[in-house]
């Protein structure tokens, strides 16, 4: 099976322009991300995909793989099809694609490799990780998103919401009584069904909560869930960059 890590990287960004070229301790992001992807035992190839020639003209400084593609995608899945696209037309197919968080400067390898086993089942289509939330600051902070699952770890349901609603029980108290998970972004496709999910419009669940996920799931597209130990920290601003110190 062969797969391809593709790291989507703007360097416009409204809440931390230039974000991928940050340095941190002594390495820009990107290169952060790229290294940390390049230590997946599952991965055949890894490509930047960018619509900057300062984050491309970087990549290919520290001699990594990088692809110009269109400025106006509205996402990182639809970025990561180009990518495909355009390496198909020069004869190079891959069978299982993962979209890696270009803002994840250190990804757990580990957390790749699960995406990728996830596809030994043949009827795997897209797949995701999730981690169970541990504090109640997580539980309800509508910028983490959690998830419900199926008993064969299918996703039935994203939300900025905590779900389920634990009815008559107190808030305190929803830890100690149900195990809730955030769902971690990253995610894999087959070739074949993410050429297929760019085309579709936006559905109704996905426009009430932002999020993209929830298209698929709405498309009848089953998204399967492997459960992760590790945390994900994704610097959205400046500051969160303090958020690496509490990492070893």
């Known amino acids: 099976m062969k797969s391809i890590g593709i790291i989507p990287s703007r360097y416009a960004s409204t809440r931390f322009p230039g974000k991928p070229l940050t340095i941190i301790k002594g390495k820009s992001m990107i290169q952060r991300v790229y290294e940390q992807v390049a230590k997946s035992q599952k991965i055949s190839k890894i490509v930047v995909a960018t619509d900057d020639e300062r984050i491309y003209n970087h990549v290919r400084s520290f001699n990594g793989e990088v692809i110009m593609t269109d400025i106006n995608h509205p996402n990182g899945t639809s970025r990561c099809n180009e990518i495909i696209t355009i390496l198909s037309e020069k004869g190079e197919d891959f069978d299982v694609v993962v979209n890696i968080q270009g803002d994840e400067p250190y ?7 699960s995406i990728i086993n996830l596809f030994e089942n043949n009827s795997v289509q897209i797949g995701t990780l999730a981690k169970k939330i541990i504090s109640k600051d997580e539980l309800f902070d509508t910028n983490v998103v959690k998830l419900v699952l199926e008993n064969d770890n299918r996703a039935l349901y994203f939300s900025r919401h905590a779900i389920p609603m634990l009815r008559g029980i107190n808030k305190e108290d929803w830890l100690s ?8 972004g990253i995610y894999g ?3 074949n069904i993410l050429k ?4 579709m419009p936006a559905g109704k669940l996905e426009q009430a ?8 799931l709405e498309n009848a597209i089953p998204i399967s869930v492997d459960i992760t130990d590790y945390e994900s920290v994704a610097i959205d601003t400046y500051n969160d ?3 690496l110190e509490t990492i070893s």
């Not at 009584?177 to 971690?184: A, L, R």
Request: proline fraction near 3%; charged fraction near 25%; glycine fraction near 0%.
């Open 107 to 113: 990804i757990n390898p580990e957390q790749i490799n």
């Open 177 to 184: 009584n149900f195990t809730f998970f955030k769902h971690i």
């Open 189 to 191: 496709y087959r070739s």
């Open 196 to 199: 297929e999910i760019v085309n």
């Open 209 to 216: 909560e932002k999020l993209e996920q929830l298209r698929w």
């Open 241 to 243: 960059l303090l958020k």
